[in-house]
């Protein structure tokens, strides 16, 4: 399959090219040419199928042009090797639990996915080493490094802000070793974030060695995020409640619900999307004014969605060929400041015992304020709560129990190299590599 840029002004590249550099050469994002509807008789029966198995019937559909059956179908089962339960919080609104694998974030599929197919590019094409850079500011970090975590061929770089990441957080992708190196850097993630574009200009530093990075913007990234929509819609559809069904997505970047919508393309029986904002709410402007305002982002509560120009925006327009009317029958939105997150915490924990985190709160109160009737609705539970503990145990006022996989992360020691923000001694570093 062959992918074209966002702008248009770049050369089409294979899945290879796209998954090793990132972003196209005219700073656009890559789009494949085709999605392919997924037949009838796959929908007839997804109710019997396993995550997996509908996982894999999704991959195909992507990669399968470019990757072997076997080779493919091994990187879905080796991602997927923990559930997403869709879980009943309330009459017609469930919670789809993303954070049942390794960084208890849903990041993991797409950082899991990416290493596995990248790691097969590396090793089909004898090819050198490849060098992973991620600047984080607390959990992409951690499901791209757990991610890539003993990958042969590829070495990960971490690049975080001293001191502005929760400890459980940093404990994530500075404990690992082996293939994974964090740095430390002395300065805020807008500088993390510098060094890391610094890098990827530098001629220099490329011709020494082979940079990419794995942020949402990569295909490899963000399209494993479809599997999550259909294996939502199979478990609601075991339930017999699929017939309206509504999806709403806490969203910062926009790559997790993009996913979703290329699962519509593919014929996914979801009635209508919502895209649930913190404050950050340049989507909802948009659909309400048809201006796309971009503005620095705000700090909040569910500070994995504060993002003030949503990279995978360009993705949106392009699936619905810039049309404004077109986005806006298919998908609405909702913003919320950080009271109203706290308040939906706190009332939903009282009245169902469910906790939810602040992202997932997002969601659950679009889905609660904007459901009709005869529709039923599913929002993404993006992170585990105890992931932002200080937060959650302040509004419900009692502790929360951290599971076993993050008290794990806690008990290893933080190795890490310190690093000032300026570009030049961060290239001394990676040159004498
Ligand atoms: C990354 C993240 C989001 C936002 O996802 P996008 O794909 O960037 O829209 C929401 N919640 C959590 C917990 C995240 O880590």
Redesign the pocket.
Known sequence: MKYYSTNKRASDATLEEAVVKGLAADKGLYMPYQIKPLPQSFYDEIEHLSFQEIAYRVADAFFGEDVPADTLKQIVYDTLSFDVPAVKVKENIYSLELFHGPTL???DVGGRFMARLLGYFIRKEGKKQVNVLVATSG??GS?VANGFLGVEGIHVYVLYPKGKVSEIQEKQFTTLGRNITAIEVDGTFDDCQALVKNAFMDEELNAHMQLTSAN?INVAR?LP?AFYYFYAYAQMKRRNLADNLVVC??????????AGLFGKRMGLPVKRFIAANNRNDIFYQYLKTGQYNPRPSIATI?N??D?GD?S?FARVLDLYGGSHDAIAAEISGATYTDEQIRETVRQVYDETGYLL?P??ACGYRALAEGLAPDEVGVFLE??HPA?FLQTVEGIIGRKVEIPEKLQAFMRGTKQSIPMSKDFASFKEYLMNE
Do not use: L, R, W, Y
Request: aromatic share 10%; glycine share 10%.
């Open positions: 974030a849903f990041k959990d992409t499901a949402s963000f995020q997505v806490p969203s910062g970047n926009f790559g997790n619900i993009t569910a994995a969605m993002v949503p995978n985190d992202h997932g993006t992170a992931k």
